[in-house]
Every structure is written in structure tokens, then in C-alpha cells.
């Protein structure tokens, strides 16, 4: 079965300062590999999309990197702002379905001021 | 812009009352699903229609339909809601067009359903 398991479930930070979110997938071979930013009562929005060739995607103050040898990726945010506080959603397209994404639970960001 | 919209934002429906709820996307993508999503939980996909095309998942429940009358809109048939069935539906999108890359989908921003 394809799993997608982020961690942590749940991290609170500073505003202004950075975090690291991981993802670990079993899904294999996959198409690719991309975060969400979901607002509270809001759709996914697509931040990074990675293909399994890529190590490293970028958005503004969002980097997405993808290790596929350890089935890893992780998404850090620099300089966090508040509108940074969202939920953040690890996404994995397997080659076999292009229809049926495999989606971890996501990590909730909170930024304080 | 191009967009995936979703009518109502929220809407609330008694115990066993039918209710409808839409999609609709000015992509022109060939691809529309809907996925539940409930509190703190990763969206689960229902199903997809590929042009007319209906796809179903195994494990969605009877209780839910769709119905696709042309490219742009794409409704959500909940036949008798139990309290259950309380959850954000996302409708999205997608252009099968996606090569080795794989499909991008598009999200709308979502109905909130409430069961009373």
C-alpha cells in the first residue's frame, strides 16, 4: 500500500524564524512528488512540484528537496511569516495512476508573532 | 483567471436530506475529481470522471453520486447524509496531458458541509 507519513503532526514557531517539515513515502516509482499549502477552511494550494529525477524546487521563501534513494523529502521555510500558519501537505503521484494520489495527513504550522 | 470554483462554501443539511453540491472550472481540464476531507486528515478521494467517463473508489459509499453534464461543472450527490458525511469537499482538476512529469490538480477552495 502506498503510505505517505509527515512529521511532526504539529510545530509552533516564531515569526521571522525557519523550520523544516519531512515527508517519507514508500510510494514507488512515482511521477512526482509535491507540497500544499492549505489555509484553514480553504482548498490545497501547489507550493513546489518535484519529478523523481529533481533534488531541489524553490518558492520564494519555500525550498522543497527530494531525496529518492532514502524515499524522503523535506519542505523548509525561511523567515516565516504569519500568513505562513496553514497546514502543509506532502503529495506523492504514482507512475502506475496518475489519478489516485497518495497524500500524507500534513503538518500544521503555527507562526506567532 | 482561470480557476476551480465550489457553490456553496458551506452548506448545512439535516440528518438524511438529500443535498447537491458543485463544481465548476474554467481550466477546460479533462479531469475533475471530488475528495472528503475530514478534520486533520489527508483528503480522500471519492472519484473522477476522465472526460464522460465515471470512475469510482471501492471503498466510496452508496450514499454518494456525481454527476458530470459537460466539461465545466461537476456535482456531488449525497443521497442521505448521515452525521458521518460531515467533512470539507474539495472538487479539482486535472490535464491528463502530464507526460512523465505526471497531472497537476487543481483545487477549488472547498464546501464545508454541516449535518444536523
Known amino acids: 500500500k502506498n503510505q505517505v507519513e509527515q512529521s511532526p503532526q504539529s510545530l509552533i514557531i516564531l515569526e521571522g524564524k525557519n523550520c523544516t517539515l519531512q515527508?517519507?513515502?514508500?510510494?514507488?516509482?512515482?511521477?512526482?512528488l509535491r507540497w500544499y499549502k492549505q489555509d484553514t477552511g480553504r482548498g490545497p494550494v501547489s507550493l513546489t512540484i518535484?519529478?523523481?529525477?529533481?533534488n531541489t524546487k524553490s518558492n520564494g521563501r519555500y525550498t522543497a528537496t527530494l531525496d529518492a534513494d532514502t524515499k524522503q523529502s523535506s519542505l523548509h521555510i525561511t523567515a516565516s511569516q504569519l500568513s505562513d500558519s496553514a497546514s502543509y501537505i506532502c503529495?506523492?503521484?504514482?507512475?502506475?495512476?496518475?489519478?489516485?494520489?497518495?497524500f500524507g495527513a500534513g503538518t500544521t504550522v503555527t507562526v506567532r508573532a | 483567471d482561470a480557476m476551480v470554483i465550489q457553490n456553496p462554501r458551506y452548506q448545512v443539511t439535516q440528518f438524511g436530506k438529500p443535498v447537491t453540491l458543485s463544481c465548476s472550472q474554467t481550466l477546460n481540464h479533462n479531469v475533475m475529481y471530488w475528495y472528503q476531507q475530514k478534520s486533520s486528515q489527508a483528503p480522500k478521494l471519492l472519484f473522477h470522471y476522465y472526460d464522460k467517463d465515471f470512475n469510482n473508489e471501492a471503498d466510496t459509499p452508496d450514499n454518494f453520486q456525481s454527476r458530470r453534464p459537460n466539461t465545466s461543472f461537476c456535482f456531488l450527490d449525497i443521497r442521505s447524509p448521515g452525521l458521518g458525511d460531515a467533512a470539507m469537499y474539495l472538487c479539482a482538476t486535472s490535464d491528463p496531458r502530464g507526460g512523465l512529469a505526471g497531472v497537476e490538480q487543481y483545487f477549488g477552495p472547498g464546501t464545508r458541509l454541516t449535518v444536523t
Open positions: 515527508c517519507n513515502y514508500t510510494v514507488s516509482p512515482f511521477s512526482n
Open positions: 518535484m519529478t523523481f529525477s529533481e
Open positions: 503529495v506523492v503521484n504514482p507512475r502506475e495512476d496518475d489519478y489516485k494520489l497518495s
